[in-house]
């Protein structure tokens, strides 16, 4: 347990910073669960915030850079409303380097990408000058995030984050055209300039899906508050609390 905070309806939420793969991570949160239910009268004393309302099943959330196929089936199966899974994402674009957290999906399943026959058919359309822009449209957008779902048409290829339409791009009267929902019309690409431009838009979008998404169905979406670092659990605290599991 790395964190402790409370989220906006009361929760308590612990966040364990984690390798993405193996025992570590599962082991951590079945830990955490056992430490509040046997800590959880004590809980809002030690912290001194009363507004936390430990009636509440607490909020787990697992931070790593990338986690593993068997490990999330395995989460998964846990089947804890409270557990939260969340990805570090380092998003290059044309402006630098930004970080995010990003919430896995509750089904915990990743989502494959557009297979390569459906890159093919949409490259196959294009001119010799136009494939080398095409290629690099479909590898800096597959490159954001790896539950992104792609789709192919004849001359298109799509791209949505959940349920959330994230942009497209076609060939149209001979110049391929990207769009990115819900209000920038089409562009023409027919540079790598203009490449970047247009996955800057992405990213904004892929931004703003992700600060519109609930990670929470039942309750206010959780974030961490401030919290006086004297409330936190000390070193020794902490140390007996991992030898408690």
């Keep these: 347990m790395d964190w402790v905070g409370i989220d906006a309806s009361g929760r308590a939420v ?21 430490f ?5 009268s004590a809980l809002g004393q030690h912290l001194r915030a009363p507004r936390l309302r430990t009636a509440l099943s607490p909020i787990i959330a697992l931070v790593g850079e990338s986690f ?3 490990l999330l089936a395995r989460l998964g199966g846990l089947n804890a409303s409270g557990l939260r899974v969340l990805e570090l994402r380092r998003l290059a674009s044309s402006r630098g ?17 557009i297979s390569p026959r459906g890159q093919d058919s949409f490259l196959d359309v294009l001119s010799a000058d136009q494939r080398p822009i095409g290629e690099l449209l479909i590898k800096r957008i597959g490159r954001i995030d790896d539950q992104l779902v792609g789709s192919a048409g004849e001359c298109s290829l799509s791209w949505r984050l959940g349920e959330e339409s994230l942009c497209s791009v076609a060939l149209i009267e001979g110049a391929i ?13 027919t540079t ?9 838009g992405v990213l904004q979008r892929y931004v703003s899906i992700l600060g519109s998404t609930p990670t929470d169905p039942v309750g206010d979406p959780a974030m961490f508050v401030p919290v006086d670092t004297g409330m936190l659990l000390s070193p ?3 140390a007996a609390f991992r030898q408690s599991g």
Excluded at 36 to 40: G, I, L, T, V
Excluded at 97 to 113: A, C, G, I, N, W
Excluded at 192 to 200: C, S
């Design 97 to 113: 380097e930004r970080e995010y957290l990003v919430p896995l999906t509750p089904s915990f399943v990743r989502h494959p990408p």
């Design 36 to 40: 509040f239910e046997r800590n959880r």
């Design 177 to 189: 055209e990207g769009h990115v929902p819900p209000g920038v019309g089409p562009r023409t690409i």
């Design 68 to 70: 593993s196929e068997s």
């Design 14 to 34: 612990f966040a364990i910073a984690c390798e993405g793969e193996g025992d570590a991570p599962i082991l951590a949160a079945l830990d955490t669960m056992v």
């Design 192 to 200: 790598t300039a203009d490449v970047e431009r247009f996955v800057d």
């Design 236 to 238: 020794e605290e902490l």
